[in-house]
């Protein structure tokens, strides 16, 4: 069983009488973890999964458009779902779940997801028009993001479950020149060798580091909510991540992901509204 | 009283004993049709007043960030709106309302809208970097949208409503002759003189003709989910639009639209995902 079949593991409670069981349980470990918290992505993944298990009776087990408000800090250790079914229909089903967590003695939300599923494989249409991948150097002449490489990376656990190798046009940050451009570029695959799924993207598309560092804005970005889209199924291989902030105004920012997989295909997209604390003097001029 | 004000009246129900209510009722008349449905950005307009009054004693009045799903067509007519305040912090709070309606007999849930609600005066840093609004002919050169312009628009009464100017190098679809780039760009206003505030931006994201048009795929394109984003109030005057869609895959595409206010300043984004079928033989080739 690979770590993300593992994290994904959905434990339903048991049915009321006559009706699909709605509580769930799952384990978002410690090591799925961003300094003190769990990653959003991790997050995203378990609701999109307990979500999957629950259409997947109506032939839609694959997320194809989901939502994400995230309302507290995913502390490391188990957490309860809730799953609603809304609708399901001929081609999609939609539900919501709660995630919930004891803290200090009451059981308090920390995301609520929203997602409508489909069968993609059903989805036979081809990609009539999409954003192309980037031209981008191989992954062994990107650059891996190491644990050791910041004390945010120290204190992120999940960089033991990736394998991550960002573009060196993209990887200035690092070394205290960002570009300015407000653009991150990386080669993504699971470390312990998962091939890329549907499940993964949830993850795919939000857990490499805010894009704010390229923007030479240092310092955690926390996310309002994350929209993403399905575009296919990701073939196996590596994924192709680009992270691209136009807007920063008013002390938010939004932050998109594209994913392609190996074949070139877009398979997954993703806009998110996140805080930023831009320094006074503004943001530092584009490079180059 | 304008229009706007008159769509986005909430009458609320009485509360439990010490609590705030939470069920509303609200009036979608048929004069926001978009043939036999209520168009979706109004029905998100009401869902995001209703939150609005919900939030302004914690002092978060403004959308900032928003996810809508679609889950049945909303008809012109009463609807109740369950409303769930899920968190109130010091900069933000979040709630979510159902949109339902009487159906056969049942109430059925039409929409389910999801949102973080601030005070968007006391954001006030400026804006730092956003894309700039396309270059375009004045209202005064552009093609008014007229209810005579095609069946579709005969039976959507939301053209009464609003004051559109479609930019003609994107009014080409009407006449059979789509760009096939997939963009439509407008100018917009309410048709009453109502100035643009963010109780509009709901509206103004997803009130204008699909963008599919221009890929030459007429028909219409069902919304699966929305998000949308604001950043910032927008000043009085004309409201620009530029709906963009660079993704079609699987039966599905992607659209954006972008708000700018009559200064230059980008005040809304938002991006939805949307059913499409694409006539044998794939989309038609990009003109010029």
Known sequence: MSELDDLLTITWGRAAEGSAPTEAEAALGAGWAVGPAVNGGAVMAVAAAALGETFAGAGHPDLLTWSAFFLSPTAPGPVR???????????VS????????????????????TATLADLAAMVEPAHRAPAAPPMPPPDACVPARRD???LAAASTILDRLDVRVDPATAGFAAGRPTGRGELRAWLRLADGHEPDVAVL???????????????VPGWAPT???TGQVLGRP?????QVRLHADTVAGGVYVEDADVWDSTGRLVA??????????PEGGLPPVAG
């Open 81 to 91: 779902l809730q799953v609603e079914a809304l609708r399901s229909g001929r081609t």
């Open 269 to 278: 997209r993703s806009r998110q509204l996140a805080g930023i604390r831009v």
């Open 94 to 113: 939609t539900g919501q779940v709660l995630v919930l967590q004891d803290d200090a003695g009451g059981l308090r939300e920390r995301a609520r997801i």
């Open 235 to 239: 073939a196996p291989g590596w994924l």
């Open 149 to 151: 490489g910041s004390p």
């Open 202 to 216: 949830p993850l795919a598309v939000d857990c490499l580091m805010p894009v704010a560092f390229d923007l030479g």
């Open 224 to 226: 309002f909510e994350l």
